[in-house]
């Protein structure tokens, strides 16, 4: 799109560009660039024009778009390709889509809004727009379907870590992957894949945020909350973005994907499940224990009341005192 193009130039150049410059690099007339950039203007983003010296970009827009979150990225990978839309379904299953038609891996898909949001467990992801971070990104890495296991709470380490560094605020995980603050629940992930018997082809990791809600809907009211709520400021949404994709490369690529001994004495460190009376379903049944550990597969190690120690590697684990 010849937009994104003229950012992209705008956004790396610190001098102004001459409009003769952009419709060269463009293949299209002086006329049709200062259309383009009229129109970037009604869309937020700021350019000044000087007569004889060209546009130059002062602001952008705070709503969520590529550019910005592009000026603040420092990945080699996640991000390569990335794409902001205004609205979408679900990012998880765009991305999907892009995963079967071949995208690069890296990829990520981000939306202003999603109108069918997913969470774990079939239940209802919702994200309003403007007002919250979905984001989705994929990779194809060469692993077995049992080695995924790891890369849901390697990216919970990662949002935890870039959420405490960016807002200040004390977040902890809740096993698996929840991050919080206090008792409620501030972001969720959601890690979905296609493979083959033996070989992965492609995993999507989805990561919803709850950034400037101020309302939940009364029935999860008592355990969401925002970073708005808990701080009582706005953030920009580009920065955190770009945030969160640095600390996630830095993770995946720092760990090889795996939950190695330092990711996973930061997991625990962080993991406010660990040390806490959980209850959770095995067959029929209700059993409760302490929480004692994370393996390095990522499940959680408990033990039970007759100091027998099992592990749990998914479904619902209910940890007292948090939601
Ligand atoms: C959960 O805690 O239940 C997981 C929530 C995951 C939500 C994110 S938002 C971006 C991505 N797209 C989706 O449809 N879901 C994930």
Redesign the pocket.
């Known amino acids: 799109m010849k937009q994104n193009r003229i950012l992209e130039i705008l956004t790396k150049s610190t001098e102004y560009v001459s409009g003769q410059a952009l419709a060269q690099q463009l293949g299209v007339s002086r006329q049709a660039v200062w259309k383009e950039i009229k129109s970037l203007r009604e869309r937020g983003y700021e350019i000044e024009s000087v007569t004889n010296r060209g546009y130059r970009l002062t602001a952008m827009p705070d709503y969520l778009n590529a550019p910005a979150v592009k000026a603040a990225l420092k990945t080699k990978i996640i991000g390569c390709e990335l794409t902001v839309l205004d609205s979408v379904g679900?990012?998880?299953d765009f991305l999907k889509m892009r995963g079967n038609d071949g995208c690069k891996s890296g990829a990520v898909v981000a939306a202003r809004e999603?109108v069918k949001?997913?969470?774990?467990l079939g239940?209802v992801?919702q994200?309003k727009k403007d007002e919250n971070l979905?984001?989705?990104f994929l990779l194809r890495p060469r692993i077995a379907p049992n080695e995924v296991a790891c890369v849901t709470p390697l990216a919970g380490l990662a949002v935890c870590k870039a959420l405490r560094s960016f807002t200040g605020l004390d977040c902890k995980i809740k096993w698996p992957n929840?991050v919080i603050v206090g008792r409620k629940k501030l972001s969720?992930?959601?890690t979905e894949m296609s493979a083959e018997f033996d070989a992965v082809e492609y995993i999507i990791t989805?990561?919803?945020i709850n950034v400037d809600q101020a309302v939940f809907p009364e029935e999860i009211a008592y355990k969401a909350t925002s970073l708005l709520l808990e701080s009582g400021r706005h953030y920009d949404k580009n920065k955190l973005l770009a945030c969160l994709l640095n600390q996630l490369e830095e993770e995946f690529i720092k760990n090889n994907l795996e939950l190695s001994p330092e990711a996973l004495s930061e997991y625990s460190e962080l993991c406010a499940t660990v040390g806490k009376n959980v209850t959770f379903t095995r067959g029929s049944r209700r059993v409760s224990g302490m929480a004692v550990g994370v393996a390095e597969n990522g499940e959680l190690k408990i033990m039970l009341s007759d100091g027998s120690v099992c592990y749990v590697n998914s479904g619902e684990v209910t940890a007292q005192g948090i939601y």
């Not at 949001?117 to 774990?120: I, L, P, Q, S, V």
């Open positions: 679900s990012t998880n999603q949001g997913k969470g774990r239940r992801w994200s979905a984001f989705s929840d969720g992930i959601l989805g990561i919803g």
